[in-house]
Nanobody
């Protein structure tokens, strides 16, 4: 069974750093897009960053220059390095994997990890 397991969340002061990890297991096609989303209560889940199998990245404007997404394809793991954290970065962060095996699209989600940034 496919599974995404996140780790690395926690409480940090403003200006600090955290590194999130997400390990994918199960029968997930290796050619995929891995991503991080985040969500705060009462708001829609928002895309933070994506990375393709080939390493192409994309970031939300709110995190550009502060966050860095990377992946280790051999370990089926995606990382999110978060620097210069701000209180508004406080959210539950979710790992996501999107893969297409024609004619179907498969989307997988992790359980989420809480990130809290204190001012």
């Amino acid at each position: 069974q496919e599974q995404l397991v996140e780790s690395g969340g926690g409480l940090v002061q403003a200006g600090g750093s955290l590194r999130l990890s997400c390990v994918a297991s199960g029968n997930i096609f290796s050619d995929n897009v891995m991503a991080w989303y985040r969500q705060t209560p009462g708001k829609e889940r928002e895309l933070v960053a994506t990375i393709t199998t080939g390493g192409r990245t994309n970031y939300a404007d709110s995190v550009k220059g502060r966050f860095s997404i990377s992946r280790d394809n051999a370990k089926n793991t995606v990382y999110l390095q978060m620097n210069s954290l701000k209180p508004e970065d406080t959210a539950v962060y979710y790992c996501n994997v999107l893969t297409v095996v024609l004619p179907r699209q498969y989307v997988y989600w992790g359980q989420g990890t809480q990130v809290t940034v204190s001012s």
